[in-house]
């Protein structure tokens, strides 16, 4: 069975500073991993996926994430943080391709901070 | 526009009482899920469903239930024996697997049990 630990319940960073969020995971058949933010009292909007194409994948308002198996990590990263960024933010992975289906098992998510 | 629509957004129940919440989509998709979101403890699987009339229970389907009578709808009842039902409710829709996996949820429920 997949799983993901995300390092960091809570974690806050200056406006204009780097974001880093980080989730490691566990899978027996190669990932699909992604990540989502939701705002409070909303639905989780996707950031950004991988499904095994380039390593070092590129989303939406200036977000990344770098796929490194050795690791078994997928961090999130955005090089300068803005106020709008202050969200919660989950990794998730997939059982497919391997899986019957593409059930999403998420992590306990990260709550950003942004600070001025 | 193309999305998933839940019902209602605040539902307050006594306790003992069963409450349905429902979720829409039209976006054409196969699949669609439940997740029960609560603090501390990210999201997990209540119910799925990859085609009409069949569903299969996720990690914490007791106290849940679910039908899937057309392919755009996928109610879900919190009955009676739900022990602890307080929680942020999220619906979400996906195409077949085979693709890339990705989900596609709603604005979600809250349900407040007094």
């Known amino acids: 069975a997949q799983s993901v630990t995300q390092l960091g319940s809570h974690v806050s960073v200056s406006e204009g500073a780097l974001v880093l969020l980080r989730c490691n995971y566990s899978?027996?058949?190669?990932?699909?991993l992604f990540w989502y933010v939701q705002y409070p009292n909303q639905g989780l909007q996707l950031l950004l996926k991988?499904?095994?194409?380039?390593?070092l994948v590129k989303g939406i308002n200036g977000f990344e994430a770098e796929f490194k198996k050795s690791e078994t990590s997928f961090h999130l990263t955005k090089p300068s943080a803005h106020m709008s960024d202050a969200a919660e933010y989950f990794c998730a992975v997939s059982d497919l391709p391997g899986g019957g289906g593409n059930k999403l098992t998420f992590g306990t998510g990260t709550q950003l901070k942004v600070e001025l | 526009d193309g999305g998933i629509t839940q019902s209602p957004k605040y539902l307050f129940r006594k306790e003992g009482q069963n409450v349905t919440l429902s979720c829409e989509q039209n976006l054409n998709h196969d699949a669609m899920y439940w997740y029960r979101q609560d603090p501390g403890q990210g999201l997990r699987l209540i119910y799925y469903s990859q085609i009409v009339n069949d569903f299969q229970k996720g990690d914490i389907a007791e106290g849940y239930s679910v039908s899937r009578e057309k392919k755009e709808s996928f109610p879900l009842t919190v009955t009676s024996a739900q022990k602890n039902p307080t929680a942020f409710y999220l619906c979400?829709?996906?195409?077949?697997?085979?693709?890339?996996?990705?989900?596609?949820f709603g604005e979600g429920s809250r349900l407040t049990v007094l």
């Open positions: 991988y499904t095994s194409a380039a390593t």
């Open positions: 899978s027996s058949v190669p990932p699909y």
């Open positions: 979400a829709s996906s195409l077949i697997a085979g693709v890339s996996g990705e989900l596609f």
